[in-house]
C-alpha cells in the first residue's frame, strides 16, 4: 500500500491544505494498492503564486540554460525509466510492451523540445519591426489518466523551452506515476517555481488553474465536455487555450487495400494503448463489395488478440484504467446491440476464463452506419466499428461526417492515390499505411477534437506571444 501524502510546490514536496484521501487501484486485479492525498484549491493558488514569481527570471534564462534544463530533465526520468515502468504497468495496466514504450516516451519528449529549442527563431524581423517571440507566463497544464507521464513531460517541455513556468494538474488516478515522474524532475534541479505538481480532482484544481487571473495560457488533454468548460472557464481572463480532446478516427480501407497488410494495421490502430488512446482509429471504412473478405480476415486476427494480464508477454489489451471506464465501454457495447450493429467479435462481459479487472473483450462490430451511437460517440475502449461504403467518394464523405477530426489513416496500394483521400480528410493527423508517431510534426484536431497543436515548433509556438518592436533597429 503506497501512500502519496505530498505535492510539488516551489522546488519542495510539501503537504497538501486539502485532506481528501483518494484510492489508488491496480485495475488488472481491482485491489486498492495505494492512496493520495488530494490538492484543493488553495494548494493550487499556493502553486500558481510560486510559479508567477518564478516567472521573471525564468523568463530571461538564455535558450542554451533552457537546454541543460531539458537535458537534465531528460537524464532524471531516463534514470527512473524502470520505476516508472513498474507504475505504468500497475496503476495503469498497460501491456509490457506499451508500458516500456510509454516509460521511454515520457524522457522522449523532453529530448524532442531540445531539438525544436535549438533551431527555434525567438527573434525575427517584420519589415522594420524586430518581432520577438515573448513567454506568455504562468501556464497551467491539465492532463488525463492515459498516458499520464508523457503528458506531463511533453507538455512541461514545450512551456519550459519558450520560457513560461508551470503548474500542473495530474490526473488523480495516476498518483503513483505522476509521484515517479515528480521525483525524477525534482532531481534536475530546475529553479523553485519553475514547474508545481498539484495532484487533485479537476472540479477543484483543475477549475482553480482554469480561471485564476495569473494563469496566462491552458495547456489541456482530456474530453471534449470538460474541454468546452475550460475554454468557457478561460475567456472571462482571456487566457490563450490549447486543447487537446477526443477523436473518432476512420481508418480508411481502400478498395485496392491488401488486407493481409490492412487487417492488423486496423486492429493494431483500434486496439492501441488498450483503446484507450484519443487517436485510436474506431472507424473501419471497407469497400463494400470486399466487406464479406475483409470481415473474414479481421474475425481471424481478432481471435489471436489477447485481452488480460498486462505483464504476460502475449497480451496486447489491458485492462480499462477504472471501473467507470469498464462500465462506460460495456454500455456501448449494449447500445451497438440494441441499436441493430452486428457483432462479429468479442461482446459483453470479460474475456474467457478472466474474473477480475476491467478487461473487455477485443469487441468488433459491423453493419455499423455512420448515425450510430457507437459510430458518432467515442467510446475510449477495445470497441471497433466497421462501417461500409460504395466508392470512394461516399468514404470520404462518412469519414468527414464526424463531430471530430483528430487522427485518420488511409490503408491503399497506391501511395499516389491514398495521399490525394487524405488531402479531403478533415484531421489534424493523416497517416498513409503506416502508424510511425513523427514528434517534429504538429499534433491536434480539427473540429471538436480540440484548439491548437503541440510537439514541435508549433507546440512551442503555443506559449510565445509575439511582440513588435518598432524603432529598436
Ligand atoms: P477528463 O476530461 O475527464 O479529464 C482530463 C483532466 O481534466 C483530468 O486531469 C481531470 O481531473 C481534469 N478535469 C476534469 N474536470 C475538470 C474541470 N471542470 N476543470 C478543469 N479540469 C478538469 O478526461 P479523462 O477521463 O481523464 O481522459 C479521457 C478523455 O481524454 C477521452 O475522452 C480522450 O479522448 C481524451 N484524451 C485526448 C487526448 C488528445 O491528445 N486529444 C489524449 C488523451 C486523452
Redesign the pocket.
Known sequence: MQIIDQIYIDGAFVTPHGDELFDLFNPSTEQVIGRVRLADAEDARVAIAAAKRAFPAFSRTSKAERIDMLKRMHAAVVAKEDELFDAIVEEYGAPVSRGRWMARHASDVLLEAVKVLEHYAFERRAGSAQVVMQPLGVAGL??????DAG?ICGKLAAALAAGCTAVI????MSALQTRVVTEALHQAGLPAGAFNIVTG???TV??E??AHPDIAKLS????????K??LR?AAETLKRVTL????KSPMMILDDADFDEAVPLALQAGFMNSG????AGTRILVPRSRLVEFEAKIVAAVAQVKSGDPRDLHTSIGPMVSRKQWERVQRYIGIGIDEGARLIAGGEGRPDGVDAGWFVRPTIFSDVRNDMTIARE?I?GPVLSIIAYRDTEDAIAIANDTPYG?QAYVCSADTKRASAVAARIEAGRVLVNTLAHEPAAP???FKQ??IGREYGAFGLEAFVEPKALLGTM
Open positions: 491539465i492532463t488525463p489518466w492515459n498516458s503528458f494538474k495530474p490526473s488523480e480532482r479537476g472540479e483543475g477549475a488553474i482554469s489541456f488533454t482530456g474530453s471534449t465536455a470538460v474541454g468548460t475550460i472557464t487537446e480532446l477526443g477523436g484507450q488512446a484519443c487517436i467515442e475510449f483528430l499534433f491536434g484536431g477534437s480540440g
